[in-house]
């Protein structure tokens, strides 16, 4: 079994930065993404680490950064250039696909709790 653990939402004016973290329990684990849901919206992906690539959606590419500690067991999203349409909850998720799509929520078998990402204007 493995647990997520996710902290660093919070407040944060347009144009600034945040950095969330998700440490994992257990096992390590080979493809770890973050997704994000906004109120009445999908869940959708942002960013995705596999095999020494990384991935991200084309919203955030050259904004945000995934990277990942192994020896922690935690993977980290650096956010920067922050804008009112990037507040949401942030779910790290684990155990993604080892191959093929990874875009998918449906393809992670575990999740974190969400943190609350909130951009004013």
């Known amino acids: 079994q493995v647990q997520l653990v996710e902290s660093g939402g919070g407040l944060v004016q347009a144009g600034g930065s945040l950095r969330l973290s998700c440490a994992a329990s257990?096992?390590?684990?080979?493809?770890r993404g973050w997704f994000r849901q906004a109120p009445g919206k999908e869940r959708e992906f942002v960013a995705a680490?596999?095999?020494?690539?990384?991935y991200y959606a084309d919203s955030v590419k050259g904004r945000f950064t995934i990277s990942r500690d192994n020896a922690k067991n935690t993977v980290y999203l650096q956010m920067n250039s922050l804008k009112p349409e990037d507040a949401a909850v942030y779910y790290c998720?684990?155990?993604?696909?080892?191959?093929?799509?990874?875009?998918?929520?449906?393809?992670?078998?575990?999740w974190g709790q969400g943190t609350q990402v909130t951009v004013s204007s």
């Open positions: 998720a684990a155990d993604g696909p080892r191959g093929g799509n990874l875009y998918s929520p449906a393809a992670y078998a575990y």
């Open positions: 257990g096992r390590s684990i080979y493809t």
């Open positions: 680490t596999r095999g020494g690539n990384n």
